[in-house]
């Protein structure tokens, strides 16, 4: 029996002093929390000042208030929460900084609206002129020369003006486009080329200007032919077999394929 009672109050004691273990580690996990939660608190307005100083940033440098020192400490402590708020909303870009290297969306859209203007001017102005009339005077050369002219557009390329040559000469009637050469100012030129390109670029040659297709009478005769002038030749319109036969003979020993890129230099007729 002795031994029962002995055991019991054992057993209550070890009772209480579990549930006194667990009450302070409750009390410990709770003052755990507490602090934890200061520290967020604490986080939080840390965060918030920053933002707030981060927003009152601005272009525009404030007028500094004189201070006439009749304000005391108290005072100054109560309108400084009053005060903020009205200087807060004079903050803004100061108007007088330059600021056009700045991206401006608006800026940049106007311009680029009159960049496009100003080409689809320039591309509606290239397109009459190459839709213009040009008389051009030419010669058939087959070792002396019969001149006529023919009526072309400033646009047209120098195959078609060939076709139109061919159609005024009876005995070219029979020979193909891709048999005839256009020479100008002793200067080959491709039949892709069109008359626009030389009279748009100012082209020359080695005797005369390639862009003047008039008539106009023969420079080298008429004045030192190393100057340059606005006088051109009337081109030569050959066959090809023909410039075969006779390329080592004058004038057909001057000619050269035209190269867009070579500089021909000075006009130097003998």
Same mark, same amino acid.
């Given at each position: 029996?002795?031994?029962?009672?002995?055991?019991?109050?054992?057993? $209550?004691?070890? $009772?209480?002093? @579990?549930?006194?273990?667990?009450?302070? $580690?409750?009390?410990?996990?709770? &003052?755990?929390?507490?602090?934890?939660?200061?520290?967020?608190?604490?986080? !939080?307005? #840390?965060?918030? &000042?920053?933002?707030?100083?981060?927003?009152?940033?601005? @272009?525009? /440098?404030?007028?500094?208030? %004189?201070?006439?020192? *009749?304000?005391? %400490?108290?005072?100054?402590?109560?309108?400084?929460?009053?005060?903020?708020?009205?200087?807060?909303?004079?903050?803004?870009?100061?108007?007088? #900084?330059?600021?056009?290297? +700045?991206?401006?969306?608006? !800026?940049?859209?106007?311009?680029?609206?009159? !960049?496009?203007?100003?080409?689809?001017?320039? $591309?509606?102005?290239?397109?009459?002129?190459?839709?213009?009339?040009?008389?051009?005077?030419?010669?058939?050369?087959?070792?002396?020369?019969?001149?006529?002219? #023919?009526?072309?557009?400033?646009?047209?390329?120098?195959?078609?003006?060939?076709?139109?040559?061919?159609?005024? @000469?009876?005995?070219?009637?029979?020979?193909?486009?891709?048999?005839?050469?256009? #020479?100008?100012?002793?200067?080959? /030129?491709?039949?892709?080329?069109?008359?626009?390109? @030389?009279?748009?670029?100012?082209?020359?040659?080695?005797?005369?200007?390639?862009?003047?297709?008039?008539?106009?009478?023969?420079?080298? +005769?008429?004045?030192? *032919?190393?100057?340059?002038?606005?006088?051109?030749?009337?081109?030569?319109?050959?066959? !090809?077999?023909?410039?075969?036969?006779?390329?080592? /003979?004058? %004038?057909?020993? &001057?000619?050269?394929?035209?190269? %867009?890129?070579?500089?021909?230099?000075?006009?130097?007729?003998?």
């Amino acid at each position: 029996m002795e031994d029962t009672l002995k055991k019991s109050t054992v057993g $209550l004691v070890r $009772l209480e002093e @579990f549930q006194q273990r667990r009450k302070e $580690l409750e009390e410990a996990k709770a &003052r755990e929390a507490a602090r934890t939660n200061e520290l967020k608190d604490e986080q !939080r307005k #840390v965060k918030k &000042r920053k933002k707030v100083a981060k927003s009152t940033l601005s @272009f525009a /440098i404030d007028d500094e208030e %004189p201070d006439t020192g *009749a304000d005391t %400490p108290s005072s100054k402590g109560e309108d400084a929460d009053e005060e903020k708020p009205s200087k807060r909303s004079k903050l803004g870009k100061n108007p007088n #900084v330059d600021t056009s290297f +700045l991206p401006d969306r608006q !800026r940049e859209e106007e311009e680029r609206r009159q !960049r496009e203007e100003l080409r689809q001017e320039w $591309l509606r102005k290239q397109e009459e002129m190459k839709n213009e009339d040009i008389e051009i005077t030419y010669s058939y050369w087959d070792g002396s020369g019969h001149r006529k002219s #023919v009526t072309c557009k400033k646009g047209d390329d120098i195959a078609t003006f060939l076709e139109k040559c061919r159609q005024q @000469f009876p005995e070219l009637r029979g020979v193909s486009v891709d048999n005839l050469m256009y #020479v100008k100012e002793d200067l080959i /030129i491709p039949a892709h080329y069109t008359f626009y390109d @030389f009279i748009v670029n100012k082209a020359r040659g080695k005797s005369g200007p390639l862009f003047n297709f008039d008539v106009h009478d023969d420079v080298r +005769l008429l004045a030192d *032919a190393s100057v340059e002038k606005d006088e051109s030749h009337a081109g030569k319109v050959v066959e !090809r077999s023909w410039y075969q036969r006779n390329k080592h /003979i004058f %004038p057909a020993s &001057r000619w050269e394929v035209y190269d %867009p890129e070579k500089a021909y230099g000075k006009y130097t007729i003998a």
